[in-house]
């Protein structure tokens, strides 16, 4: 690894270069390097480049936010903010190192991030996990952005609380009540389905949501425009991605990640011109489907844009507002079968009531601007002082093997079952943790 990637500790005398050539070579980015005033170590460093800046103001507002395991000889952690764009890929967009998932590092994180979207002028929406120090940074400096809540480590945080041998039907059964009030549209809906909810899942279920707020992950109380993600999928596979990275020096791993993004950029730049319809071809395929369901639906008109919707329930639709009493069209910003039945009674085109960030025009325009080169060739005729050199943090190795997967957090272990040998059981403990009286 040292002979492919150089050592660990000249990894970091070569930031400053770095720092240097990215601002150059790429103008209007934000790199913010700190470092320990008295000793000149590191501490932690911001990168975001100018075209992912550019790009990101035609994605679709959200940023999917999650920290990731730095795998070297000084370890830290990756700090990441990823975007999605019109067709439903995600968009790299900011990544931090620090030391560790802390109060302060993601203060640091968060007060960055707002001094490059706050020009934008949009209301960013954010989806994470529930880690505390996550949380309480972007309450405090995104105090009036919306922030969602992850569903799958929801799920995965009841289910640890009914673990046993023969809760296995009861954990299906909790699980599948709770996406269905996750899932509830109104607040009569969610009222009807929490109450089944609690019935089956008793006290435990209670204490469970009482430490939850409703409206960061239930759709009848979300107080923003998430668009319809509900999990935070898009950052882990922004991790999955950066998996090999991670496990390089610090510089090396930067370098990796920038061309493996500005790949990607031309990589999806190019696409659109294969496409030749106006939408995006995830988006396309679903406005399809939404008018094949809604195709022999009976529509009839109550006012100039309020329509009366007969499918298996009548359901009322405003065109001029863009609303339907379904609430998916306002859930997940994209017209449902109800508002599309609705829009082709009244004769209107439907692209109209799209939003702009699944049309081609705006994913081309998410690519566009790119990131550019830095070569590295003039990289050995630059001569870095003792002041200027950036050297290594304090940090052990730790005892033991480099581990090369991430830990779960308790809320993603694994709950697979297996036929115990012994008791012949179905369970999640085997022959020799067996305790089943026989």
Sequence with gaps: MKELHGSDEDSYSMLTWYRDAVMESNPGSCFILECDESTGRFQRL??????????????????????????????GQLLSA??????????????????????????????????ILDPQGRVITFVSDRQQGLMNSLARVFPESPHSFCLYHLKNNLQNLFKGNNNSALRVTIVDKFYKVAYSSTERQYHY???????????????????????????????????GEMVNSTAESFNSW?????????????????????????????????????????????????MEIGRDWTVSRSDEFVYEVHSERSTSVDIMVQTCACRQWQIKSFPCSHALAAIQRAGYVVYPFIERYYFKEEYFKSYSFGIKPIPNIEQSYVQCSDSTSVKPPLTRRPPGRPKTKRIKSIGEVSSKERTCGRCGQLGRHNRKTCNVPI
């Design 242 to 290: 950066t998996l090999k990275a991670r496990e390089l020096p610090i510089f090396p791993m930067l370098e990796k990640i920038r061309v493996m993004m500005m790949a990607k950029m031309v990589e999806r730049k190019l696409l659109v011109s294969k496409w030749s319809l106006p939408l995006c071809p995830v988006m396309q395929a679903e406005l399809v489907k939404n």
């Design 82 to 115: 990823t975007g999605k764009d019109g067709n439903q890929g995600f968009f790299p967009f900011a990544i931090a190192v620090v030391d560790a998932e802390t109060d302060a590092n993601w203060n640091w994180y968060f007060g960055i991030l707002k001094t």
């Design 193 to 227: 389905n929490l109450r089944e909810l609690l019935d089956e899942g008793k006290d435990l279920v209670a204490q469970f949501l009482r430490g939850l707020p409703v409206e960061k992950w239930c759709n009848a109380f979300f107080r923003g425009n998430r668009f």
């Design 46 to 75: 911001f990168l975001c480049f100018g075209g992912v800046i550019e790009g990101f103001k035609s994605c679709i507002p959200l940023l999917f936010v999650d920290g990731a395991h730095m795998k070297s000889k000084y370890k």
